[in-house]
């Protein structure tokens, strides 16, 4: 192979914490897409996992990457049952609809539901979104509170996550003996 002469300066390095983070970054927002369209907890143990890794200012991205790829999918989900119903299961339709009917007996309250659902995962936020969707609660308002409730989930997963990993590394570097006998290791 024959060498090319550079043209113009040379790219700067990036550093590795960087480089490193934007890997990080592709694999998460990958793998929450690929799973947000299912009820798993892969996305969160996907989080836990980043999040030690990354450095610790890297927390807030990793939260919103995460949030988005999760929205991503719930939306799919909300517009399916907003504006293509006809195509759901018969079984998940007349689940949707008791869902649906027992929320508009309460009175309302969608937005505190879906808040709540995409923060703590109570009701499952899957299911939340269905509904919304049924209910055709304004897409807008969905995405912005299905993306807060989110973020905060996977930010405060990635937290930590991140606060307790860095505590169990600083004693696994101690060694075996600190750590079991404290004073008597070397």
């Known amino acids: 192979a024959v060498a090319r002469p550079a043209v113009g300066p040379p790219a700067p390095e990036r550093a590795p914490v960087i480089v490193e983070l934007q890997r990080a970054t592709g694999r998460i927002t990958g793998r929450v897409i690929d799973e ?51 195509r759901l299961p018969e079984r998940a339709k007349s689940k949707l609809q008791r869902a649906s009917d027992r929320v508009r007996e309460r009175g309302g309250a969608t937005g505190s539901v879906i808040l709540a659902s995409a923060a703590v995962g109570w009701p499952p936020f899957y299911g939340v979104s269905l509904v919304a969707g049924a209910l055709r609660v304004s897409l807008g308002a969905f995405v912005i509170l299905g993306l807060l409730g989110r973020t905060v989930r996977f930010g405060a997963l990635a937290w930590a996550a991140r606060t307790v990993g860095s505590e169990a590394a600083q004693h696994l570097s101690l060694g075996w003996t600190e750590w079991f006998l404290p004073g008597l290791g070397g």
Do not use: C, D, F, T
């Open 36 to 86: 947000s369209g299912a009820p798993k907890p892969g996305a969160e143990i996907l989080v836990v996992g980043v999040a030690v890794l990354v450095p610790s200012g890297a927390i807030p991205v990793v939260a919103v990457v995460a949030g988005v790829g999760q929205m991503m999918a719930k939306v799919l989900l909300y517009g399916l049952a907003r504006w293509a119903p006809s």
